[in-house]
């Protein structure tokens, strides 16, 4: 009787041994398939992140022939309007191409401009003397000119104007101090969170530092000095127009504001491009490049930013 029940007790712990094998290797095996699954997962997300990536530089590519094909007359006008485009196996973008004249430049500008757009983008209390600690850092920025070069040009001297210059006394060059928009909380000593705002007027990629403003934003528009709105609205109806430079009333606001706006042609582009759509890709996933028309050379094109999201 004995040796009945002691069989009977080791084959209940072998059935409870063989039950928790299985469930262990039941568990291994959900745990491997879940794995396998978020693998092939990954991998797919990549697949798409890479076609996005290939499409976005396509987008790019399709910016510059925009560029190309624009009359350069019509080019002053390039103020961020949306082009759909189709870059091919079904994948559709939106392109829009602004000249980089629109902007204020935090280098080259009057560091009243930058002011002011800084105010009206809304920057509040820290825009307060912004515009003399921009002049202090250009002028700690600028090399000193030896005492030559500060004596009136005379006829055959060391400083007389260069004979290819049209007469204009050489300028030093401009000193570079901000590379980018987001250097604005460090060098001036502005909270980042305010500084965010910033960069939809500012720039560092305005050649002239002066304002096109058939390509500049709103707020910019409304921060340059002795702009009414009755010259907002007269360059709202010249840039739908699209005579351009031509424009007579266009050419009495720039007479009447010197130094400040400027119409000259745009070498210099912002590109923004957007995936709307297609198979593959990640919708959304969007780029954006600073591109540089360059006079001459085998490239058309020098890239001076780009970046995607």
Not at 183 to 204: E, R, S, Y
Request: a neutral charge.
């Amino acid at each position: 009787m004995s040796r009945s029940r002691g069989r009977a007790g080791q084959r209940g712990v072998i059935l409870i041994a063989v039950l928790l094998a299985v469930a262990i290797m039941a568990v291994m095996v959900v745990a491997a398939t879940a794995l396998t699954r978020a693998g092939i997962g990954n991998e797919q997300l990549e697949q798409r992140r890479l076609a996005s990536h290939l499409a976005l530089r396509s987008g790019i590519e399709a910016a510059k022939a925009l560029i190309l094909a624009t009359p350069e007359e019509q080019r002053l006008s390039l103020a961020g309007e949306e082009t759909a485009v189709d870059l091919g196996n079904g994948v559709s973008a939106t392109v829009s191409l602004r000249d980089a004249g629109g902007y204020a430049d935090l280098n080259r500008s009057d560091p009243k401009l930058i002011e002011a757009v800084a105010r009206f983008s809304g920057l509040g209390p820290a825009a307060d003397g912004l515009a003399d600690r921009i002049a202090k850092l250009r002028k700690d920025a600028t090399p000193e000119q030896p005492a030559q070069a500060q004596q009136p040009a005379v006829q055959g001297g060391t400083n007389a104007p260069d004979a290819n210059s049209g007469g204009k006394q050489k300028q030093p060059p401009v000193p570079i101090i901000f590379l980018s928009v987001e250097q604005l909380p460090d060098l001036l000593d502005i909270p980042a969170d305010d500084a965010a705002a910033l960069g939809a007027g500012l720039t560092v990629y305005n050649p002239t530092g002066q304002i096109n403003p058939l390509a500049a934003p709103d707020q910019v528009l409304q921060s340059i000095p002795g702009l009414t709105a009755r010259d907002i609205s007269d360059i709202a109806m010249t840039r739908n127009s699209g005579t351009g430079a031509s424009d007579a009333r266009l050419q009495q606001i720039i007479q009447r504001l010197p130094g400040l706006l400027s119409v000259k042609a745009p070498r210099v582009f912002m590109v923004d491009v957007t995936l709307a759509g297609g198979p593959g890709i990640l919708p959304g996933s969007a780029a954006r490049a600073v591109l540089r028309l360059t006079p001459d050379g085998a490239a058309p094109f020098g890239t001076l930013a780009l970046e995607e999201e």
